[in-house]
């Protein structure tokens, strides 16, 4: 009896769990769906970033074992390529950049808008504002120039991948008057606009500057965007740009040496090994516009000056200065040299009177392939006929750079990391997942 009692209640106990059941197996299934989209989506991010990971992992390999060091020999150098197998079902692309990767531009040399390259579109320009080969570009044949008050340029580019982005051009200003200027501004939507850099009488020196603005404090979007206004009062009022590029910096340069000559004497600057050698026609000097009160200046065929510095332990270094020349005629000659012991001498740079138009110019001379020792000497010497021919020096540095910049990316993930290799030991100095 008490058997025949159990079976007799299991009827309807069974029918109670089939009720539970229909009433909680289909929201449990949904959930158990859900997870599982979530669960396949958080594969496919995991699957990229190991695929990002690998790639970065190959290019630091490449760097230390595979000998392409040697095709990036100078800073800005890069060299792409995608891994010759898939990772994860994923292609993955890499670059490599000695110092600094171009993320975006522009030479101005298309004649045009359209030209450049890593842009998302082509430059959009009102009023007066054109590229012309007039008022002497910078570098090569044309260059951006802005005039009145309504010239105005601007650009996008996609910084949603970048850790870091500095925005460098070179510029000059000509014939602007109290209360003009010009003025670079950011935006990261298209519509709150943000002065960058301004500039004003004070920069009214129609010659080309240099000018490194750091965008990292803005927010960096898919749709970020650079503009050039003019605010000045009538088509006699120029404002030009030229050389314009937007640069992931993954190494800082850092400076070795220098010296602006506004000690008015050959014993300023700072971390060189000794003094100025000078020789013959040599001066640091007021007249003759310098750069800053100072500059050095080289007379005749006597003229000369030497300096050493402790580039010892020194990666990517580079020399980089400012020379004008004046009043060179056929034959006269004024050189840069190096030596890595005070006896072997280079020559690395060779002005000529074809450079003589009294203007200062930039000068940035790659060391790197020479023999680096402790007390490394640079040099200027005069081969001028006479006392009114010169060569003007200002604003001198040594810099080296220490690392490179990899770019790895696959599917939906990036890797930005940066790298030094001294002494064949490699130090990551960062690493970062966007």
Known sequence: MKIKSEKGVALPLVMIAVLIGALLIPPFLGHTSSSLIGSRVYGQSIGSQYGADAGAEQAIWNLTNGGITGSLPTPGSEISYTLPESVNGLATNVKICNSWETIASDNLESG??????????????????????????????????????????????DLSKQVSAHLRFWAKVNSFETGETATCDVTSD?????????????????????????????????????????????????????????????????????????SGGWTGGSGWSDNWTYAGEAAVVTNAGPYGTYHLRLRNSTGAVSRSADVANAFITHLQFWA???????????????SSDNISWTTVHTWTSSDSDNTYHYYDIDLSTYQLTSRFWIAFNAHMNANNDYLYIDDLAIVNMHGFGITSSAGDRLVKAVVDIVGGQLTVLSWYYK
């Open 324 to 338: 004008k020349v004046n009043s060179f005629e056929s034959g006269d000659t004024a050189v840069c040299q190096v």
């Open 190 to 262: 298209g519509t709150n606009w943000t002065t960058a850099h301004t500039f004003t009488t004070a920069d009214d020196d129609n010659t080309y500057h240099y000018y490194d603005i750091d965008l990292t404090a803005y927010n960096l979007t898919s749709q970020f965007r650079i503009a050039f206004n003019a605010h000045m009062s009538g088509t006699g009022d120029y404002f030009y740009v030229d050389k314009l590029e937007i640069i992931w910096l993954a190494v800082a340069p850092q400076t070795v040496a220098s010296d602006d000559f506004e």
């Open 112 to 157: 045009g808008w359209t030209g450049g390259s890593g842009w998302l579109n082509n430059w959009t320009n009102s009023g007066d504002s054109g590229v012309v080969t007039t008022g002497a570009p910078y570098e090569g044949t044309y260059h951006l120039r802005l005039r009145t008050d309504v010239g105005s340029v601007s650009r996008s580019v």
